[in-house]
Structures are given as C-alpha cells and as structure tokens.
C-alpha cells in the first residue's frame, strides 16, 4: 500500500465479542443464534417495569479468563455503569456496561509482524449488554414501520479496547487474526463477524513521522470482515494523508465504511451527538473478583497459540511456518493432532492438511469445523498409502471423492476399485502388451532415449488407471526390455 | 364491631379459632370500601372477584387442613407501583395506564405463598414522586381524618386503605419517606425496612438505590407479621441482602428498660410545627417513663439531606423512567412522524408534571461537565450522612424524632410550590440515604384532629429494636386505636 514515508499511522480498535454463555448476562434467556424472533426474552431483557438484573456468573469467568490471557490486571473490585441513550433495540433506554472501573485494564497482546514480535497494549476490557436488532423489511419486503427482536438484547459482550499501539492497516489485520486465535481457544466466543459475534470499530489517525502528539482522530464503523477492516483502515489513513497534504484539518468524527462503494463517509453528526450520562448501576453491586476466584479461572486456560507452535514445533519436528499455520486455529491444530495420534508421520500429516484439506476447504468456503473428512477418515487414508493399497497419487483422488461424499476412503477404495495391483505377475502380463503395442518407443528406448521407458510407463498407468504399483511397472519395465536386447 | 376494624393479629386469631373465615373478612373489607372509597380514592384498581375467589380457596384448604400460611386469608392492599402477575400496575400514571405486569414481584410471590387475599392496588404519587398523592393520574386520595387534607405520599392510598378499615394490612414503598410519612399523615403505623432486607423484585423503580418496600398496619404488631413474609434474600435481586431474617414477632415485647435512645438536635429546629414538637417530646417522655434512657446526639449533615436526595434520586429516576417509551408497552401518543417524535409525545403526553421535572433534573445532574459537581458531590455528602448515623449509633440503640414537620397539610396547599413539597421529607430521606430502617407510628393528634407521627430509626437490620420500642410504646398509649369517623 502507499504511504507516504514522512506520515505514521496509528489505529486503535474496539472490539465487541459476545460471549458464548448459555444464557445473557443479566437473566436466564437462551443465547442461541438464529431462533424465531422475540422467543429468547423475558421480563428482564425487555425492560419491563420493576425487574432487576442479576449477572451471569459465567460471563465474568469468560471475561476474567480473557482478561488473564492478554495479560490484563484484573480488578479486585469493579463496577457496572449505566449508558444512556433512546433507541427501540435497547429496552431500557440504558446499556448496562462498565465505565470508570472497567473488570481490567493494563494489558497486551503479542503478534508477529515483518519486524518480528511486537505488543499491542490492551487498555481495557469490560462487560456489557448486547442491544437487540431492528427491521426494516422481511425479506424483500419492506414494512410500514420497524420491526425489533429482542433475541440478542442482553446477551454478554466483552469489549476489548487496544492501545493507540497499531501502525498499519496489515497489523490491524494481524492484531484481530490474532485475538481471535485466542479468544477461540479460550472457547470464549465464537468470533463469527458474519454472525455478529465479533464487531470491531478502529479509531484512526495519521501525523508527521517524528511528530509527538498524536493526529486528530476519526473512528471508522460498519466493517464486517478483517479484510474489510483492513480495506477500510487503508482508505480511511490514505484518505487522512492527502487531506493533510493538500493542507485541510482532519475533523473529529465518525465515519462509516461502504462496502459497494470501498469508501468511508460521515455519520450524520446528529446521529452521533450522544452525551451518555453514565453513573454507576444502582441495581448491581460492585463485582467483586477474589486472587481464589482468579486462581480456579486461572487453572481452567488450555494451551494458547503460541505455547501450541512451539510445542508443534518441538514434538513433530515441522517449520516454524508450518506450525504457526496449524496452530493459529484451535481447530485446526486439534485436528491434526487427532491425524497425528492415528498415523504417527507428522511430516506427511502437515502435508496432507496444509495442502490437500485446507486447499480444499477454502476452495469450497469451509471452516475445519465443517469438513467432511474427519481426521480418523485422513489417518486411515495415509494408512492405505503406506500399507501399499493404493498409491499417493491415486490418495489424492480418493481424497477429493472423500470431501465431495463424506464417505470412508476404505469404501471409495473398494467401490472404485481402486486398490492398488502389486501382483508381479499381472503387472509383467500388461507390460508385455504395452510392449507389443508400442514398438516405436521400444525401439527409441534400445536407442538409449531415457525418455521412452516414461511413455511406456505412463501407458501401463493409463492400463491400469494408475493402479498398478509405480516402482513394479518400473522394475518389471526395465527387465522386459533387457531381456529383449 | 366490623371484621375490617380489627387488626390482622386479631383476625388471624379468631380464624385460628375457626369464629370466622377469609371469605367474612373479605366481605367486610369490601362493604366498607363501597361505603367510604368514592370519598377518599384509596385505589387505582379494586379485584373484588380474584380476592373472593382466593378467599374462598383459602377458606377451603384450610377447611381440609392442607395449609397453614402466616396471613391466611388475610386481607392486603398493594401499593400500584408493585407487580402482581395479570394485573395492571399503573404507578399512578397515565403512560401505563393499561400496563398488565406478565410477571409477579417477590414481594407478592411471598404474600401469596403466606395466604394473603389482593384486594385492590392502591393509589400513589405518579411513580412513587411525592408526599400528598396529588400527583397521581387517576386523582387525588384524601384524609380519612379530615377529607380536606392530604393523606401523604407517595403511598397515600395504602396508608388511607388501612387508616380507613379499607384493608386489614398494606404494602407501599418508601424512597425517601414514602411509608413513614403517609403513615403519619394518617395515624397508622408504616416500617421502611433496611436497604436491602426486602427484594425489590418487581417494584417499578424510582430511585434504585434508596427504593423500597414496606408494611403498613394499624398497630406495631400486624407490621411485624407483614415484615416476616416480605423479609429476605431474593436471586433476582443482588441488592438484597443474604442474612437470615430474624423471626420479627419475637420483638414484640414491652420491655425498653435501658435502651437508649437519641433526640438529635438537628431534628429540632425552626420550620417544626409547634404541635408536633410537642406531641414527639411527650412520647420521648412516655419512652424514658418506661424505662428507655434519652440522649441527645448530633447529626451534623442532616441539612444537606434534602438536596444530597434531590440529586441522587432523580438522577436515577432519569435512568429507570427512560423505558417508559412507548414502543414495547403502555401508552404510545398516536400518530406521530419519526422515532424522535414519538420518544417526545409519547414522554411528553405520558409522564405528569412532577415526573418530568425530575427526570429533568437528574438529566441535568448527570451531565457532561455536571457530573461531578452534581451526582459525584451528593454521593460524597451521602457517606458524611451515613457516617453520621454510624457514630450516632456507637452510642443509641435507636433516634427518636418527628416524622414530618407538620401534619398533614391541605389538598392544593403546596401543588405550586415543588420545594416547601420536598420538604416535607426533611426528616425521613435521611434513612434512605444512610439505608437504615425506619417507623412510624401514631403520637398524637394536632388541634384540627390529625394525626402526628413518631419515627424511630435504627442501625441497619436492626428492625427488632424499632419494633419493641413501637410495641412497647404502643402497649403504654392509644394513638393507634383511634379511628377516624367517615
């Protein structure tokens, strides 16, 4: 991307994660995406007259859990803050949050960059309420009026809001890629921008390389994906230089990305002239987070990415690349870990899933979670290979009919009949057929051109629709025309 | 003698003898509320049927034995702002004027296991925002001691309901002395418990910090039975507090010998009407003549009580009313043109006088560039005047003093006049600021025939004590037995 050397950027994100409790934060409804509208709710999450909340014991062990991994203080003692403001998705007209003593603060996350390591501060993380959701049509079809569902009111949020410590659009890129990673193996949340699980607003600004103060800043909204983010980050800093260079101020504002157009524009400023009034929850007591509490949290944090690709590392003997590749999903790492325990070649395995599934899996837009071969059908499909069944060429056939099918590669094997012919015999009859029918590249191969020997093999293959054993027909290849000499 | 003259200790007692049944009780509570209410306005809302039927039910069961719950068919009158599942709950207010509550307060839940009978939901200030009930919707409750005055407020029509044999006991809510002070206004006897000794699960929030709910009774003993079935722990409040409740009854013996109690001085100033001054001293008298030792302590924030409350409870209100907006219940003004209009007409058009002027000011309080002067200041003063109660209590049992500075006064008299209104809470917001509990009872009447009223406060959850100061009291007097003639 171009920027101009003599101007720095610096982002700062907002991240909104929801939790993935079984209930909200502040009553006992369902969580479940997707559910028939308003099905999820009651008294407490609309907002009737009189009732209370009560908080989700879970939610602050998710929150803490997260907390201690991005290396965050955690509060001896916080407190809830209410957040006003009026609109139709949010019940009570306030968001219940945390303001002045947020549940932790002080952190940061590691992330590699082109420069190597480097922290990103965590300035803080607290809890909040989801809003619910609001429609404007039903389908295609618009409606006189809106329409609210208040499933997703008062789900559990965790904000996650980093320092001004983000450079560039690609690190901004690498620093959401990364706290996914994490948060996912936390088992926190879901992180499924397409979802809404994870949300992420970034406050941008650029100034003179050396300069000390920092620039005025716009905070950028409406991204639904990394990239996105990374597009809109890139329009928005690109944006900011050429105004400064063709000597304007940059205004303090919010600014919407447009997908269609790749493009940010103001929010009507009206739409952003909130003065949220916040003060401290009467109806919750201040949240207290005891070192026992911390410690029984504290035990329950698995192994995170990076311990992981050391470990990938040391145990199994791959690349630095490799490992940092299978371990930066939780998923992906247990899968093959569970290929490893089943076929104990970790340099095939790494092979395997780095080129044959996760080829297969972008290429049909699929998470790991979704794939239709599971690691014990991978493993028994290595297992064929080495026992010789069929070959690795043919694997990959098997493989691909695997993934379209879902079925067992023993059963493609056997259907297909695919299994590999070994018998010498068999091989030696077909050879002498190629032979006969190939005179032309007999006599090429007497004449010394090496060349000849791989036609005449890739015709015994295209006999046997490459079942027969390579190394055979080589073998057997090279004897028959020797004894023909 | 009526069934609904008697108190509920005395009814409980002639069921226990099987002299009389829920039904009987019921019947009487509802000839008498045909007789008088069209002249005092005691309710928002009467369920003569449900209360019939639920008499009925109880009647039955304990006809087979099947049950034996602390207020059996005992008549209770709710305050409107206190959910019961299938009912409207109004809060006195035009913008839930047709709200039915889905759910139930735990308040009602506890009554209801016990045997309580619903009789009606009774009149209020809009939202609990007042001390004359004038500022209700459906119209003002009167005096049953003198149909020109105002019975007190905001849980005016509870304490008109029991002053007038209307019911036997009553529910309100107090948030700055919202029981104690009808109660005096009244001549009844009203218990603002600890913060945090009653859920206030399902009571429609004014101020949530100060909010809560309270008995009313015609003596110190139907006050304590009502306190044992409402006290408690509740999960759906983390406000509540997680002690056990001490059986409330056990206090009620007449014995005060060597309790100490204190006159603050603070409490004894100008803008104390004479007679009431006089009345409070004589039952200060009659304490010490039975044995209570007085003392005169100091409460040196005291002044700063009604402005620290006037800061604090609005700016919550500010918060807790924002709901109120149409879109999911209660009244949406018709046909208006954009989200913003409706949020204004409907608010607008909803809410009354008082209410607005509340929410203004805690709008205003909480504020950018206001905060701090404002809400951060008050909730800083509250700590001084919670820590005057602290060293107060170091060295008394309980505080002695007037509930209102005056007796009730008259209907219209101070309508115009938000601020000489405040200040008929002077002496009761201070508790709910310290979150201690506190009574009132009936210590005499003024030259017109209205009632005064003594408060005693007490450290938090120490209820008992209020209780065996009352009922000793009350043991030595007559204040409480006299009615009202309508």
């Known amino acids: 991307m171009y920027l101009s050397p003599f101007f720095e950027t610096i982002i700062g994100l907002e991240v909104h994660v929801q939790l993935r409790t079984n209930s909200k934060l502040f009553c006992g409804c369902s969580t479940e995406f997707g559910a028939a509208p308003n099905t999820h709710t009651c008294p407490v999450c609309t907002g009737m007259p009189g009732v209370l909340p009560v908080v989700n014991r879970t939610a602050v062990e998710y929150a803490i859990k997260s907390a201690i991994t991005l290396n965050c203080e955690v509060a001896s003692r916080s407190i809830f803050a209410r957040k006003n403001y009026f609109y139709p998705d949010l019940p009570k007209n306030y968001q219940i949050s945390q303001y002045e003593e947020p549940l932790a603060e002080n952190g940061y996350l590691e992330i590699g960059t082109n420069s190597g390591r480097k922290r990103i501060g965590i300035t803080r993380i607290n809890l909040e309420e989801d809003a619910g959701k609001l429609l404007h049509s039903v389908g295609s079809r618009e409606i006189d009026g809106s329409l609210v569902d208040f499933n997703r009111c008062g789900v559990p949020l965790l904000e996650i809001v980093s320092a001004p410590d983000i450079k560039s659009p690609e690190e901004a890129y690498t620093y959401l890629t990364a706290l996914k990673s994490i948060l996912k193996y936390l088992e926190v949340s879901d992180c499924d921008m397409e979802k809404g699980s994870l949300r992420c607003d970034a406050n941008v600004s650029v100034r003179i390389s050396g300069e000390k103060k920092l620039g005025v800043k716009t905070e950028v909204k409406n991204m639904n994906s990394f990239k996105a983010i990374q597009k809109a980050l890139q329009y928005e800093v690109k944006r900011q230089v050429k105004a400064l260079k063709d000597g304007e101020r940059i205004i303090q504002e919010t600014r919407l990305w447009d997908e269609k157009s790749e493009r940010t524009d103001p929010m009507r400023s009206k739409e952003e002239a909130h003065d949220y009034r916040y003060f401290p929850e009467p109806d919750l007591v201040p949240l207290i987070v005891d070192e026992e509490w911390m410690e029984k949290i504290r035990k329950t944090i698995p192994e995170l990415p990076d311990e992981r690709r050391e470990r990938f590392i040391r145990e199994y003997g791959l690349s630095e690349y490799d490992a ?73 056939a098997v493989f691909e009919e695997m993934f379209s099918t879902g079925k067992s590669p023993q059963a493609i094997v056997t259907e297909k009949k695919l299994v590999q012919i070994t018998d010498e015999k068999e091989i030696g009859k077909i050879v002498e057929d190629v032979l006969k029918e190939n005179l032309d590249a007999v006599k090429e191969y007497r004449k010394g051109k090496e060349k000849a020997l791989s036609h005449l093999v890739g015709q015994v293959m295209r006999k046997t629709q490459g079942r027969a054993n390579p190394e055979l027909v080589n073998k057997i290849l090279k004897e028959k025309l020797a004894s023909l000499i | 003698m009526e069934l609904c003259e008697l108190t509920a200790h005395e009814l409980l007692e002639k069921m226990e003898r099987k002299e009389i049944c829920s039904k009987e009780i019921v019947e009487s509570v509802y000839s008498r509320i045909n007789q008088v209410e069209a002249r005092l306005h005691s309710f928002v809302t009467l369920t003569k049927e449900e209360a019939m039927l639920q008499a009925r039910k109880i009647d039955e069961r304990l006809r087979k034995g099947e049950f034996s719950g602390k207020l059996a068919g005992i008549p209770v009158a709710v305050k409107d702002n206190i959910c019961i599942r299938n009912g409207r709950t109004t809060c006195s207010s035009h913008i839930l004027e047709n709200f039915v509550s889905p759910y139930e307060a735990t308040v009602v839940n506890r009554l209801r296991e016990e045997g309580a009978v619903f009789i009606g939901k009774t009149n209020m200030d809009e939202f609990a925002m007042g001390s004359s009930t004038e500022n209700s919707y459906f119209g003002i409750t009167r005096n049953p001691w003198n149909l020109d005055y105002i019975p007190g407020g905001s849980s005016g029509g509870s304490a008109t309901a029991v002053a007038s044999n209307e019911t036997i006991l009553a529910i309100g809510s107090d948030t700055g002395g919202s029981i104690r002070q009808p109660a005096a206004c009244c001549g009844v006897v009203g218990l603002k418990p600890t913060y945090g000794r009653v859920s206030r699960y399902g009571l429609v929030a004014f101020a949530s910090s100060l909010d809560q709910i309270g008995p009313f009774g015609k003596d110190v003993e139907d006050v304590a039975i009502l306190m044992n079935v409402i006290s408690g722990h509740d999960e759906n409040d983390s406000t509540s507090v997680n002690l056990d409740v001490p059986d409330f009854t056990e206090s009620l013996i007449e014995h005060i010998k060597g309790v100490r109690i204190g006159i603050p001085k603070e409490y004894f100033v100008e803008g104390l009407d004479v007679e009431v001054e006089r009345a409070v001293k004589k039952a200060v008298e009659v304490l010490k003549s039975l044995g209570a030792k007085p003392l005169e302590i100091s409460l040196p924030h005291t002044e700063y009580g009604v402005a620290v409350y006037y800061l604090i409870a609005p700016s919550e209100a500010s918060a807790n009313l924002a709901r109120y907006d149409g879109v999911r219940y209660g009244y949406r003004s018709p046909e208006t043109e954009d989200l913003l209009e409706e949020y204004e007409k409907t608010r607008g058009e909803g809410f009354g006088a008082e209410v607005k002027r509340r929410i203004m000011l805690g709008t205003y309080a909480l504020s950018r560039g206001y905060y701090d002067a404002y809400y951060l200041k008050a909730q800083k003063v509250r700590t001084l005047i919670k820590k005057d109660f602290d060293d107060a209590f170091e060295k008394v049992d309980a505080i002695v003093t007037p509930t209102a500075p005056t007796p009730a006064f008259k209907i219209g008299e101070k309508v115009d006049d938000p601020l000489q209104m405040y200040l008929s809470d002077i002496f009761t917001i201070s508790a709910n600021l310290a979150g201690i509990p506190g009574i009132s009872l009936p210590c005499g009447f003024s030259n017109k025939g209205l009632p005064i009223g003594l408060q005693l406060l007490a450290k938090p959850f120490a209820e008992g004590i209020l209780l065996r100061i009352g009922y000793t009291y009350q043991q030595n007097t007559d204040w409480h037995r006299r009615k009202p003639k309508l």
Do not use: C, D, H
């Open chain 1, 324 to 396: 940092g590749v299978l371990t930066a999903e939780k998923a992906l790492a247990e899968y093959f870990e569970q290929v490893v325990k089943l076929y104990r070649n970790p340099k095939v395995v790494t092979n395997w899933v780095m080129v044959e599934l996760l080829g297969r899996l972008n290429a049909a837009n699929k998470i790991v979670e979704e794939s239709p071969v599971s690691p014990e059908q991978l493993a028994g499909l290595l297992g064929l290979i080495e026992k010789g069944t069929i070959s690795g060429k043919i694997a990959k």
